[in-house]
């Protein structure tokens, strides 16, 4: 799902300027952010020093609307200055500017990659950045480490005027959402859904159709959306992945996952849907 303001990705910062820029500082999985009691904000100084904290690294994103954008990562111990705090990125993605999260959620997965591929994963030797893309070389043996993306696909299955949705064991209580799993090694995106849907709720699907696509920094994956249509069986729950699924209406929906979530946006798009249709009768 697209960015709202204009993000230029970029490599190489541009000189000469002391204007301000975001900096997204993890701690492990943890980004920093000033904190009060009605909001989070993500530190915008000219550089990082400002804030009196060490970097372990520092990466140029690229531009925010004309705004420098970097990632840092800070070390295991450091404690948060006065009046800001370390938050898990799951925590702040509703409760921050949306365009600045997809920033952050760009910045985090750059530091996890840079943390877990400082060395070589063939031989052994300690890595280089190059210069002119974003990658990690081996000396050595010539590997190029580029950041790891993993894709995974999520889908939106409708039955007349009811949507198949499922509760998964890792979610918040009550909530449920639409089906989503990663794809395997030889799938093509539209067998990893047919088998993904089989496995977790034992139906048959046809008229899959794509939706649209969005980047999830949970921890590295590409959400692949598609919209399905139910084609046979009964709903049989893999109870090692699921706590429950059933079909819903649009105005009979349990809690929803967050709204700039890509799961959200597809059952959004059937709510207007069939409420849009209920109107017109």
Same mark, same amino acid.
């Given at each position: 799902?697209?960015?709202?303001?204009?993000?230029?990705? $970029?490599?190489?910062?541009?000189?000469?300027?002391?204007?301000?820029?975001?900096?997204?500082?993890?701690?492990?999985? /943890?980004? =920093?952010?000033?904190?009060?009691?009605?909001? @989070?904000?993500?530190?915008?100084?000219?550089?990082?020093?400002?804030?009196?904290?060490?970097?372990?690294?520092?990466?140029?994103?690229?531009?925010?609307? $004309?705004?420098?954008?970097?990632?840092?990562?800070?070390?295991?111990?450091?404690?948060?200055?006065?009046?800001?705090?370390?938050?898990?990125?799951?925590?702040?993605?509703?409760?921050?500017?949306?365009?600045?999260?997809?920033?952050?959620?760009?910045?985090?997965? @750059?530091?996890?990659?840079?943390?877990?591929?400082?060395?070589?994963?063939?031989?052994?030797?300690?890595?280089?950045?190059?210069?002119?893309?974003?990658?990690?070389?081996?000396?050595?043996?010539?590997?190029?480490?580029?950041?790891?993306?993993?894709?995974?696909?999520?889908?939106?299955?409708?039955?007349?005027?009811?949507?198949?949705?499922?509760?998964?064991? /890792?979610?918040?209580?009550?909530?449920?959402?639409? =089906?989503?799993?990663?794809?395997?090694?030889?799938?093509?995106?539209?067998?990893?859904?047919?088998?993904?849907?089989?496995?977790?709720?034992?139906?048959? @699907? /046809?008229?899959?159709?794509?939706?649209?696509?969005?980047?999830?920094?949970?921890?590295?994956? =590409?959400?692949?959306?598609?919209?399905?249509?139910?084609?046979?069986?009964?709903?049989?729950?893999?109870?090692?992945?699921?706590?429950?699924?059933?079909?819903?209406?649009?105005?009979? =929906?349990?809690?929803?996952?967050?709204?700039?979530?890509?799961?959200?946006?597809?059952?959004?798009?059937?709510?207007?849907?069939?409420?849009?249709?209920?109107?017109?009768?």
């Amino acid at each position: 799902m697209a960015i709202n303001k204009e993000f230029r990705s $970029g490599m190489i910062p541009p000189e000469g300027t002391n204007e301000a820029a975001w900096w997204f500082a993890f701690r492990e999985d /943890r980004i =920093l952010v000033h904190e009060d009691s009605s909001s @989070i904000r993500i530190p915008c100084v000219v550089n990082f020093s400002d804030l009196r904290l060490a970097a372990s690294s520092q990466h140029y994103l690229g531009l925010l609307d $004309g705004r420098r954008c970097y990632a840092v990562e800070l070390h295991d111990d450091v404690t948060a200055p006065g009046g800001m705090t370390f938050e898990g990125l799951r925590q702040v993605y509703d409760r921050v500017d949306e365009d600045l999260f997809w920033v952050a959620a760009r910045a985090v997965q @750059i530091v996890e990659w840079e943390r877990t591929h400082r060395f070589c994963g063939r031989c052994g030797v300690r890595t280089e950045p190059q210069g002119t893309e974003r990658a990690r070389k081996c000396p050595q043996c010539g590997l190029l480490h580029y950041p790891r993306l993993s894709p995974a696909v999520i889908v939106l299955i409708e039955r007349g005027d009811k949507v198949l949705m499922a509760r998964s064991r /890792r979610f918040p209580p009550g909530m449920f959402s639409v =089906l989503a799993g990663f794809v395997e090694p030889g799938e093509s995106l539209e067998e990893a859904v047919v088998r993904e849907v089989k496995e977790e709720v034992g139906v048959s @699907i /046809r008229d899959l159709r794509y939706f649209g696509s969005q980047s999830w920094p949970f921890p590295h994956s =590409l959400m692949i959306g598609f919209t399905a249509v139910y084609a046979g069986g009964e709903i049989l729950i893999d109870a090692a992945e699921l706590e429950d699924a059933g079909w819903f209406t649009a105005d009979q =929906l349990p809690p929803l996952p967050g709204k700039i979530s890509i799961a959200r946006k597809l059952i959004d798009w059937f709510i207007t849907k069939n409420m849009g249709a209920r109107r017109a009768e």
